[in-house]
């Protein structure tokens, strides 16, 4: 990297070489990868100085600070200073932004975003952190949900900040997620949720009243990025959930894998993209009507007069971070281009989960190219059934100094440099031809209704489990002993809601019970010694085959119910 008449050169005979394996990552001709650091913990976003310095938003509080920060002194890529540094928030579970402006990091949790002014020359900033935001969420009378707080910067001292939805749809606290319940109309959750809020960037001490409302009907953000060359600020949201399971009538399990899209939006003053009322099918390329305010999965309403995206990508995706590209080192297809971490689906079955790969948008004269795939080989594995087979979850995107591209992966805490070391001159579509072949892949491609529905796999690996550990109470054909225990079969336990029925797997049930009218009083001790996937499989095989064929049970859904289940068990203990 040299330093002429005040302009940067980013040359490439200044990298540390790649990994020989670009540490798993597969990449477009020319470019190769090095793994920085690796099993740092949950990586959310990342920033790097002007001098290298990698900064890393944690997920989750600890006692030395949230942060973590990474020097590389030898120039061989690899970080061989790591420290912790800045606050230790427990209210700051979710933690998402982490973005440089003006020589400050700024950095955030889901209820606080915070400051501190880089030292120059040291890593660690040694100024204490400053608390420019709080969000008071949960006093919020509608609930909440979607509280990641990502943040960027114009060029005029402003920081924007998403307050997100808290729910599918605007919905009261009661009905929320409720099959079959309509929307709020008008809805009250717009005056403080679902929109983008401008701040001053230098006033410590704000609260959400003290922004401004520049957006609306977004319901939730966690990538976003201010784009210099057209000087506006551009965001991804992620989709609404529950389309099959809320309304079986108008959308099929494939629908609901497939929609509603991931709306890539150019945000102007004012901007409204139609939240709750309307979502995108990028199938149909329209904004429709939302179930619960009239829609059938057809009926356009007035959808067309609201915000339409840049692009629609498939449902699902989460995408969780964007970064607009103005470096020299990689070709000039890339120069002005949005990359994009899609984090991966977590609720696509009973369909293989998608996304989990580093995508490209080209623009060209401020307007969007078709997308690319960029960066991929983050899920280790062909198809992914849960959410937990996926190796790696791309996170955060920021550009180094000579050009280079951070990539951040939320699984376990690796960091990824991207080089470019080829022909610029040459680079076309014969050395993207490779990565646009990874779209047929399983992660990504759109899924054959019949042949890529995995309920038929989930259900026969169920069964085998299900008269291991079940079928000598419940018995093999579900209707139970008919005395001691109870049918499984036709339960309104079975069917419906698949929170309540897995928390009884988790933390067992005890007292008088009334199962198809006849009341049972026993003991099922909890069953939380299983693995989540083989819980998974079993309520998956029990659904279908005793239910109503209610929708399968993800093993992201029975993590998510074992972790309730023990703050639940920490309560009562605490309470004798």
């Keep these: 990297m040299l330093l002429v008449s005040g302009i940067l050169l980013q040359c490439s005979k200044n990298l540390p070489p790649g990994d020989p394996d670009s540490g798993g990552l597969v990449l477009p001709e020319g470019f190769e990868a090095v793994v920085v650091v690796d099993s740092i913990g949950s990586a959310r976003h990342l920033a790097v100085n002007d001098n290298g310095d990698i900064y890393i938003k944690m997920r989750f509080a600890h006692e030395e600070g949230e942060n973590i920060g990474l020097r590389d002194n030898n120039n061989d890529g690899k970080a061989d200073q790591i420290e912790r540094f800045g606050v230790f928030d427990q209210r700051g579970y979710y933690a998402t932004g982490m973005r440089i402006y003006k020589d400050y990091l700024y950095y955030s949790t889901a209820s606080t975003v915070y400051r501190q002014k880089l030292t120059r020359g040291k890593l660690v900033p040694e100024s204490e952190p400053e608390v420019m935001l709080t969000d008071d969420y949960q006093n919020s009378p509608f609930g909440y949900s979607h509280i990641a707080k990502p943040l960027t910067f114009d060029g005029n001292g402003h920081m924007y900040v998403p307050f997100g939805s808290p729910g599918d749809v605007c919905q009261s606290k009661e009905q929320n997620r409720m099959p079959g319940a309509l929307g709020q109309d008008p809805c009250p959750e717009l005056e403080w949720h679902a929109g983008i809020w401008q701040f001053d960037a230098n006033k410590p001490g704000q609260t959400q009243k003290d922004g401004y409302r520049y957006a609306t009907g977004i319901r939730s953000v966690v990538g976003m990025d201010w784009n210099p060359y057209d000087n506006t600020l551009y965001v991804l949201q992620h989709g609404r959930d529950n389309l099959n399971r809320n309304w079986p009538e108008y959308f099929s399990p494939w629908q609901s894998a497939m929609l509603p899209s991931e709306e890539f939006l150019r ?310």
């Design 267 to 576: 945000v102007k003053e004012g901007t409204d993209a139609g939240w709750p009322y309307y979502f995108y099918d990028h199938m149909q390329g329209k904004k429709l009507l939302n179930p619960e305010y009239g829609g059938d999965g057809k009926k356009e309403g007035d959808g067309a007069k609201y915000e339409q995206p840049i692009i629609g990508f498939p449902g699902h995706w989460a995408p969780n971070d964007l970064h607009f590209y103005q470096g020299n080192q990689f070709p000039e297809h890339y120069k002005n281009g949005a990359f994009i971490a899609f984090h991966g689906s977590t609720i696509r079955a009973p369909f293989p989960q998608a996304g989990y790969f580093i995508g490209f948008v080209p623009f060209k004269d401020g307007k969007a190219g078709e997308w690319e795939v960029f960066a991929d080989g983050f899920t280790q594995v062909d198809k992914i059934v849960d959410t937990d087979d996926a190796g790696y979850r791309p996170m955060g995107i920021a550009m180094g100094p000579d050009g280079s591209l951070y990539i951040s992966e939320s699984e376990h805490g690796k960091i990824w440099r991207v080089m470019y070391k080829g022909d610029k001159k040459n680079f076309g579509k014969d050395q993207l031809r490779s990565m646009d072949e990874r779209k047929k892949l399983p992660h990504i491609k759109t899924p054959d209704e019949i042949k890529d529905d995995l309920t038929p796999l989930r259900a026969e690996a169920g069964a085998i489990l299900y008269n291991k550990y079940c079928g000598a109470c419940h018995m093999a054909n579900g209707m139970g002993d008919g005395s001691r225990f109870p049918p499984i079969a036709g339960s309104e336990w079975v069917q419906g809601d698949q929170k309540r029925l897995i928390d009884v797997v988790l933390s067992g049930l005890s007292g008088p019970i009334e199962v198809n009218g006849k009341t049972y009083d026993g003991v099922m001790p909890p069953v939380d010694y299983l693995e989540d996937e083989e819980i998974a499989q079993i309520l998956t095989y029990i659904r279908k085959e005793f239910g109503d064929n209610s929708s399968p049970v993800g093993s992201y859904y029975v993590k998510q119910g074992r972790y309730l289940a023990r703050k639940k068990k920490e309560a009562l203990e605490a309470g004798k």
